[in-house]
């Protein structure tokens, strides 16, 4: 027999699983966590809750960039910099990849830190070829983390 839906608050479900309400919404908006409105508030599935969310600032290769944490860098010289196609540098920061640090007229800087973190995976993912290589956390999916790790012990 199957269960029945648990359903609480965002704020709970948010403290339950030691995340943020900001690290839950895009999981609800994909829909990987199941939630309903009621009388305007968020409620969770609990039976679709994760038991815990990894971000990159988890992830030991984001910690290896930490002396560039805050550090401001528009998204041309990063591009030049990393060796990135600056149209993938912008996609990152669509996608929320990359923290804005302050907006320029003609000019947008973003933590070099994320972008350095998000190059490392980029050149170390073959041929990405239009697969995106992070989830909605910055973290890299499966397939590409795995090939990066498979790769730091051989």
Same mark, same amino acid.
């Given at each position: 027999?199957?269960a029945?839906?648990?359903? %609480? $608050?965002?704020?709970? #479900? !948010?403290? @339950?699983?030691?995340?943020?309400?900001?690290?839950?919404?895009?999981?609800?908006?994909? &829909?990987?966590?199941?939630?309903?409105?009621?009388?305007?508030?968020?409620?969770?599935?609990?039976?679709?809750?994760?038991?815990?969310?990894?971000?990159?600032?988890?992830?030991?290769?984001?910690?290896?960039?930490?002396?560039?944490?805050?550090?401001? %860098? $528009?998204?041309?010289? #990063? !591009?030049? @910099?990393?060796?990135?196609?600056?149209?993938?540098?912008?996609?990152?920061?669509?996608? &929320?990849?990359?923290?804005?640090?302050?907006?320029?007229?003609?000019?947008?800087?973003?933590?070099?830190?994320?972008v350095?973190?998000?190059?490392?995976?980029?050149?170390?993912?073959?041929?990405?070829?239009?697969?995106w290589?992070f989830?909605?956390?910055?973290?890299?999916?499966?397939? !590409?983390?795995?090939?990066?790790?498979?790769?730091?012990?051989?």
């Amino acid at each position: 027999m199957a269960a029945l839906p648990t359903f %609480i $608050s965002l704020p709970d #479900a !948010a403290k @339950k699983i030691h995340a943020s309400i900001e690290d839950l919404r895009p999981l609800i908006e994909n &829909g990987k966590i199941k939630a309903a409105t009621i009388n305007g508030e968020i409620f969770v599935d609990t039976l679709t809750l994760p038991k815990h969310i990894l971000k990159k600032e988890n992830v030991p290769e984001y910690k290896q960039f930490k002396e560039l944490k805050g550090v401001a %860098i $528009s998204i041309s010289e #990063a !591009a030049r @910099k990393y060796g990135i196609p600056q149209r993938t540098v912008s996609r990152w920061r669509i996608k &929320g990849l990359l923290k804005l640090i302050k907006e320029e007229p003609n000019y947008i800087f973003v933590n070099e830190q994320d972008v350095a973190y998000c190059a490392y995976f980029y050149r170390q993912y073959d041929n990405p070829g239009g697969q995106w290589i992070f989830d909605e956390n910055g973290v890299p999916r499966s397939k !590409a983390y795995t090939r990066v790790k498979a790769r730091a012990v051989a």
